[in-house]
T-cell receptor, first 113, second 117 residues
């Protein structure tokens, strides 16, 4: 079966610093990836996505990097703010008809003021 | 535009009781999903409805049933609740089901926290 995992369960950063959250996947056929943010007591919220034909994609204060060679992606958050404190997890999909999304367990990010 | 809404927010059941979790979306999405989220585990798909009138099993369907009532609503039923079904349940929707035509981002509701004693 699929496996999507995160390297670190928790991450603490100082306000204003950059954060990097990592995710590994095992399905070499995966060609679409999403990062979600989940605040305490709330549902997952879409942050940014990337297709396998890209190595990097940037959003507002966030960048996702994809390394297909080692099946690894990362989420970089610039100038981390207290409102960024949440659990972040990745999801992957191979894009095949009938294929499901598979979700990682998440990394808890704490921003220290 | 409320997005995806779920009711109830919290529920406590005794073993053997039944209940239905409700989900509705106002984004005119074709596809809807039910997930459960347990500590230390990623979201796991219970059932999904790729389009109105269809439902299919996901990764962990045992002990659950679903009904796609109309395009907006997708309910999840526990006929005889068990402690192993204690979890947080999330409903999600996407414009279409992931397929060859493209990839579909899912939008999640706020969740239902269920405790089965």
């Amino acid at each position: 079966g699929e496996s999507v995992g995160l390297h670190l369960p928790t991450l603490s950063v100082q306000e204003g610093d950059n954060s990097i959250i990592n995710c590994a996947y095992s399905n070499s056929a995966s060609d679409y990836f999403i990062w979600y943010k989940q605040e305490s007591g709330k549902g997952p919220q879409f942050i940014i996505d990337i297709r396998s034909n890209m190595d990097k994609r940037q959003g507002q204060r966030v960048t996702v990097l994809l390394n297909k060679t080692v099946k690894h992606l990362s989420l970089q958050i610039a100038a981390t703010q207290p409102g960024d404190s949440a659990v972040y997890f990745c999801a992957e999909n191979s894009g095949n008809l009938g294929n499901q999304f598979y979700f990682g367990t998440g990394t808890s990010l704490t921003v220290i003021p | 535009n409320a997005g995806v809404t779920q009711t109830p927010k919290f529920q406590v059941l005794k073993t053997g009781q039944s209940m239905t979790l409700q989900c509705a979306q106002d984004m005119n999405h074709n596809s809807m999903y039910w997930y459960r989220q347990d500590p230390g585990m990623g979201l796991r798909l219970i059932y999904y409805s790729a389009s109105e009138g269809t439902t299919d099993k996901g990764e962990v369907p045992n002990g659950y049933n679903v009904s796609r009532l109309n395009k907006r609503e997708f309910s999840l039923r526990l006929e005889s609740a068990a402690p192993s079904q204690t979890s947080v349940y999330f409903c999600a929707s996407s414009e279409n089901y992931p397929g060859l035509a493209g990839i579909e981002t899912q939008y999640f509701g706020p969740g239902t926290r269920l405790l089965v004693l």
